[in-house]
């Protein structure tokens, strides 16, 4: 899959288009599977229990696919998600940024579907997975 939109551009895109979330997330790397999506985990993300909350960890996974989408094919703002299957692993300590891993397995016209580690800055274990089907509108 070609890459058409690399880190600088697609942290601009989600900051023009989801300006309430843009400053939450930063571009790692965009890679030959998909991306690498920093969550930057401040008092906001947290939950009771010194962890980081659940729609925290779903908009992480679900934000790194919208943007693994947007730079194969480029700003197509109107995709959405269809459907999304999370499992909470382990407990993220509170303070430490989170990682997600997107690897697209298959880019057509019209739907995306890509799977996602999520990792605790320090950690080797994931601390959450999902797996995620975006729908691409028609390209006129």
């Keep these: 899959m070609e890459i058409l939109m690399q880190g600088e551009h697609l942290e601009s895109l989600i900051a023009e288009i989801f300006p ?15 991306i690498r999506l920093r969550l930057l985990v ?10 980081v ?10 934000c ?3 943007l693994a989408v947007m730079s194969r094919i480029g700003p ?3 995709s959405v998600t269809t459907n999304c299957s999370i499992d ?3 407990k993220p ?4 940024d989170l990682f997600c891993e997107v690897r697209l ?10 799977d996602c580690l999520i990792f605790s800055e320090g950690t080797e274990s994931p601390v959450a997975r999902a797996s995620l089907t975006y729908s691409i509108p028609p390209r006129r």
Excluded: C, N, W
């Design 76 to 78: 197509e703002a109107l």
């Design 105 to 114: 397995l298959k880019l057509g016209r019209s739907l995306a579907v890509g």
């Design 93 to 96: 300590e509170a303070g430490r």
């Design 42 to 51: 401040a008092e906001k993300h947290l939950r009771p229990g010194g962890t």
């Design 53 to 62: 909350s659940g729609p925290s960890i779903f908009a992480l996974a679900d």
């Design 20 to 34: 309430q979330v843009g400053g939450d997330f930063s571009v790692e790397e965009v890679t030959e599977d998909g």
């Design 88 to 90: 909470f692993m382990r």
């Design 64 to 66: 790194a696919m919208y």
